[in-house]
């Protein structure tokens, strides 16, 4: 049977165009979805992809040269495809697991940064109020902080409270949470506090 | 002349309350960063208690931000 170049082969397109939506997954591309539900849908898109393109493939594709057609029996095919739904699978069922344990740990890791800043924030609340001698904290910037304070502590609670709901949206916790944090450290880096 | 002297002042009154907030700062991230490291060491997940331990140190932190003005 006669070869055409990899370049035309609507599977190599289709493989192509699924692995730049993982790659965008992975670079924390926001589809609107659970981190698991992201991931699953990415891989069974990705296995059940693979599988129509074997079935309406019907010529061998080559990149160089014309490949050894003797090399084209079924058996090795099947072979390949149960391979590629098996690792589809597992694919999706190891980085959900990952996914989920990271959800937490991110949490722990936002409210280490939030305790970070509070304790600079802290520092800085127990000057006495300008206008004493220096060093001495401004009124309205620790008035800032604490308001900033209370919005993160908000916001962390809804994220806690999420992270016990089996399915919750969590990236769009995460991303208010790491905003509300950040507030809190662009107030304290103006004033010079943090750098 | 007189804007070096007044630098050099402003630094020598800030620089040692940076420092402690700066320092205070870095006990609180390695104490979080213990708490997620000996889970990601022994394969499993932050725990509750865990979670509450970083509570309770950001609680104490927060209680002492918003007590009334000295």
Request: charged residues 20%; glycine residues 4%.
């Amino acid at each position: 049977m006669e070869s055409k170049s990899i370049f035309l082969s609507k599977t190599a397109i289709a493989n192509v165009l699924a692995t730049a939506l993982l790659i965008l997954t992975f670079a924390g591309f926001d589809f609107e979805l659970t981190a698991e539900q992201q991931t699953s849908v990415v891989g069974g898109v990705y296995t059940v992809l693979n599988i129509i393109m074997r079935l309406v493939t019907k010529q061998p594709a080559h990149v160089f040269k014309k490949p050894d057609e003797t090399t084209l029996n079924t058996t090795p095919w099947v072979g390949i495809i149960v391979l590629m739904l098996v690792v589809g699978l597992l694919h999706g069922c190891t980085t959900a697991t990952v996914e989920t344990d990271t959800a937490r740990k991110r949490f722990a890791a936002i409210k280490t940064d939030y305790a970070s800043v509070l304790a600079v924030a802290v520092q800085y609340e127990s000057l006495p109020r300008c206008p004493a001698l220096e060093p001495c904290s401004d009124p309205g910037v620790v008035r800032q902080l604490r308001k900033a304070q209370i919005d993160a502590r908000t916001v962390l609670d809804g994220y806690e409270a999420a992270l016990k709901v089996p399915g919750a949206d969590l990236s769009s916790w995460i991303r208010r949470s790491v905003a509300a944090v950040s507030a809190i450290q662009t107030i304290a880096t103006n004033r010079g506090l943090i750098k | 002349m007189t804007a070096i002297i007044k630098a050099a002042q402003l630094l020598a009154t800030w620089a040692p309350l940076a420092l402690n907030g700066v320092s205070s700062a870095r006990r609180v991230v390695m104490e979080g960063s213990a708490l997620i490291n000996k889970a990601t060491e022994e394969g499993r997940d932050i725990t509750d208690e865990e979670l509450q331990i970083l509570d309770d140190l950001v609680r104490d932190l927060e209680e002492r931000l918003q007590r009334d003005d000295i």
